[in-house]
């Protein structure tokens, strides 16, 4: 399982037993002897795909997190995402669509909840901050005489050092859930 294998590969790194990670909204106490992450707000475990996210992070985190590059890329942008478009169009793009779509202006209703800041871009922009070193840009553009409504999720290119082209697919799907 998924799981198993973050947590293998993270132990291997030789980390503290006890770590605490800002995620999104949330802050995540992981527990390395019991293999536990642990949502400090709800006290509770975390979901497993989110346990797994918050483990590759740290992972990359304790090797060293890149410095950011300042160069916003589109998710199919990126290389290797060959079979992963779909999955990432679905759970990130349709779902902000669906619910701003009709009204991008409604998206900055929900900055006090999240660790978001205003952006240039798009008719409506925002920047997320998922993870330290991880902001996620969500642009979205008013529909038209043309073209019905539209929305796009950047990243910083460095996020292809942290994560694999699953993990951002996951991440983008998280982001959009909570906004």
Known sequence: MAINKAWEEFVKLNPPKE???????DEYSVNIIGKQVLSLSCNVPAKEYVAIIILHFLA???KGLPALTGEW???REF???EGYFD???KRSIE???????KNPEAILAGLDKLPVKKAEGGDVGIV???FEQVPVLVKLWKADEEFGPDANIYFDRSVTSIF???DIVVLAGIVASQL
């Open 19 to 25: 770590l605490a990670v800002k995620f999104l909204a």
């Open 60 to 62: 990359k985190k304790l």
């Open 73 to 75: 890329l589109p998710f």
């Open 79 to 81: 290389s290797g995402i």
């Open 87 to 89: 999955a990432f169009k």
């Open 95 to 101: 779902p902000i669509l669906r619910k701003y779509g």
């Open 128 to 130: 997320v901050q998922a």
């Open 164 to 166: 694999c082209t699953e």
